[in-house]
């Protein structure tokens, strides 16, 4: 019985390992044969073709996503020779001349982007405007172009000021009736020139911005913005009225204003004027109401004060120096209270400093040749000047006289 079941299994385990052994012995060639077939197909694939076309690799250029500004794709209406009526990024294909009583291009839905391609926008003496957004329009972008000669109305304008979200880049607008650029809030322009404008040159309201741009010889101010905006790197010069001129919370930074007929930079309350250069200008150099920061700006030959502020404001390191030129004028001038005048330099005004009012705080200034005062400063202030004392000649490695006083905080006139 034990031997039975013995002979039993070893039968088995022949039975089984005759059936397995020849099966095994054809699979395995096969296998290898079909694994180095699929290295050498997926090698292939992966290699590319073995003569590939000469050249550079340049992608397929697909259809143009954009829409050109035509007849046929905008069609004008009663009052514009082209309407823009559906959200879409748009261009010029060559100059357009505009019609008598006519917008030249009326933009009426939001989301637009207008690429004037280089081309000019031409209007005529009774074009009543070149790009004008018609309703509440959000969202448009205008660039790289010329909006001018528009005889009776704005090279850009938003007609409601509700609008918002406009930028406006490397365009000029010129010798326009109205304004030349008149953006809505939360709207910005880089890189453009106003010039000859009938009135206002640039303008934006709320939240929006001026960055990089030029604003001449315009009847109006030549920039104009409103609350919480900003003014950067631009220039403004040879304009009817004020050159910058902006609300609350403004900051107007790294600006150049001269030869304008009434204030070169001129702000209401809370806000920041810096690194500006302000020259020539009719009336005062820069002007604010109060708790506003003026620093570190170049302010001359201004027709009335070189700085004027109310109360609650910051004037440090600014270099005022002959402002007076049409009325008498100070170079830095207070009227407000709670005011800190410090590290500034008056010379050659009508008058140095002059603080009207009491309760400021009036450290490390200088004053010098000042034609008729170079301190002229009410009472209950706090203010410490000291008239310097002169140094002999310094040669070498020591020398020279203390100023006159110890205390950190004094102000001297030399």
Partial sequence: MAGTSSGYGS???????????????????????????????????????????????TSTPGPESRIALTTANTPGDADSVLRISQPGSYYLTGNLAGEAGKRCIEIAANNVTIDLNGFSIIGNATSTGGIIGEGI??????????????????????TVTSSSGWHVENVQALSNS???????????????????????????????????????ENVGEGII?????????SSVYNNGLTGIL???????????????????????????????????????????NSSTRIESNTVTFSGANGISCLGNCVIKANNCASNGQTVPGAGILVSGTRTRVEDNQCTDNDFGFRVTVSLCFIVRNTAANNTTLNWDIAGSNRCLVVNSAAATAISGNSGGTSPGSTDPNANYTY
């Fill in 246 to 288: 902006g609300n609350d919370g403004v900051l107007v930074n790294n600006c150049v204003a001269t030869n304008n007929d009434g204030a070169g930079i001129e702000v209401l309350n809370g806000g920041i004027i810096t690194h500006c250069v302000v020259r020539s200008n009719g009336a005062d150099g820069i002007k604010c």
């Fill in 11 to 57: 039968e088995s385990r022949r039975s089984v390992g005759r059936a397995d052994r020849p099966t095994g012995l054809l699979r395995a060639p096969l296998c290898a044969l079909i694994t180095a077939g699929c290295l050498v197909l997926c090698a292939s694939a992966l290699a590319g073709p073995l003569t590939p076309p000469v050249g550079p690799v």
């Fill in 137 to 158: 329009r959000s969202n448009v972008r205008i660039f790289n172009g010329v909006v001018r000669d528009i005889g009776n109305g704005s090279g850009i304008l938003s």
């Fill in 178 to 216: 109205q304004r030349g650029i008149f953006l809505p809030s939360h709207s910005t322009i880089i890189n453009s020139l106003a010039a000859i404008n009938g009135q206002s040159g640039l303008r934006v309201s709320t939240g929006g911005a001026i960055l990089n741009c030029t604003s001449h």
């Fill in 225 to 233: 913005v409103s609350n919480s905006s900003r003014v950067e790197s």
